[in-house]
């Protein structure tokens, strides 16, 4: 499966060949039992670890290095390495697991781990969300709608990342959560269709993200749209209309918004070194042009 942790991929072959995991590892490359084979863990092969994998499994180590995203680091394919002892290292990652639907259709019953993909929060072929905890988004298609755009948005650009991130600090500001406005209806709402604890239960800030995900990516669109000013060099004033369309996209009541996007403004002048002065010209000219 692809972007799956080489660790999980040894773990299913040995369990389709009726073998302890530990013991097929060590066919591959020499390690300490016990030590390496925890379920956080990841391995590294060298370019003859991967040539004895290789065989192993029968494929080619080129056609698993489009499955498995360790194969692609540099030292696994050096010519120099590949008469060298094989060799394995580990080291702790977050995995995630796929979706459920997919590792059934290839005949799997257990658990798959894949690497975290910055742009994959949902499976859009079976419709689940799959971002840490898996849910059924039947009830919800602007969830997979929002993660269409949230993927054409990043395409080949990743520093959109780092803006999804400000619009999801701004979205749990506490001017957002404390009072009744649309959005919070909305995510009640939507965590009622889900079938997950709403506001004022004992929320995950991973389910939150989910509650969240569509307005989340509507705001992304506008941080990262030339009229609301990125980079921060290029601040303008920003037209009212454009304003009111992001408070119906985000269902965050517009003065609201004004007030958020402001502090917003002042962060990013804080952290381009460009100080509040040129912040507090463009205050009270946030609404209209001049």
Known sequence: MGNESVLSYVYRLAEANHLRYPTLFRHIAPCTPGKHWLPRTEAYLNAAAVQRLAVLCGHSPQGLARALPLFRIPFAHDPSTVTDQPQLWSRKFSPQRACRRCTLQIGWTGVILLHNAATRRVCERHGMWTYWEHHDLATTPEVV???????????????????????????????????????????????????????????????????????????????????????????????????????EHTGIELFTLWYLLIQERAEQAKRDGSGNRQFRREEHSLFFPR
């Not at 600090?169 to 506490?174: C, L, P, Q, V």
């Not at 929320?203 to 749209?225: C, K, M, Q, S, Y």
């Open 145 to 247: 709608k929002a993660h269409r755009q949230f993927r054409k948005l990043i395409g080949t650009r990743p520093h959109i990342l780092f803006w999804y991130r400000r619009a999801r600090h701004i979205m749990k500001s506490g001017k957002v959560r404390e009072r009744g406005f649309p959005n919070v209806l909305r995510w009640r709402e939507r965590a009622a269709r889900l079938e997950v604890p709403g506001p004022g239960s004992a929320l995950t800030f991973r389910r939150l993200e989910l509650i969240r995900f569509p307005e989340t990516v509507a705001l992304t669109r506008f941080l990262t749209d030339p009229t609301w000013g990125c980079p921060p060099k290029t601040f303008g004033p920003v037209p009212r209309s454009y304003l009111t369309a992001a408070s």
